[in-house]
Nanobody, 116 residues
């Protein structure tokens, strides 16, 4: 059984930083893409950042220059460093993994709230 366990969410003031982590456990075939999505109240889930097995990254325009996605491949762990946080970054953040065979897995979500 594959599990994605996220940590690092919480409440932070505007301009602050948080680091999210997501550890993948269980029997899972070769992971290709790892990343993060988010969903704010009343909005659709949207991609935040992804990183593939070669280290290539993609970011939503709204987070470019502020967020950094990275991965520790041997540990099957993906990270999201979030700096200069804004109130509009408030959302539930979901870890995402896609295997080379095309199977998708999701974490349970972690709340990030940016507020003074």
């Amino acid at each position: 059984q594959v599990q994605l366990v996220e940590s690092g969410g919480g409440l932070v003031q505007p301009g602050g930083s948080l680091r999210l982590s997501c550890a993948v456990s269980g029997s899972i075939a070769s992971i290709n893409i790892m990343g993060w999505y988010r969903q704010a109240p009343g909005k659709q889930r949207e991609v935040v950042a992804t990183i593939d097995s070669g280290g290539s990254t993609n970011y939503a325009d709204s987070v470019k220059g502020r967020f950094t996605v990275s991965r520790d491949t041997p540990k099957n762990t993906v990270y999201l460093q979030m700096n200069s946080l804004k109130p509009e970054d408030t959302a539930v953040y979901y870890c995402y993994v896609k295997t080379r065979r095309g199977f998708n897995y999701w974490g349970q979500g972690t709340q990030v709230t940016v507020s003074s």
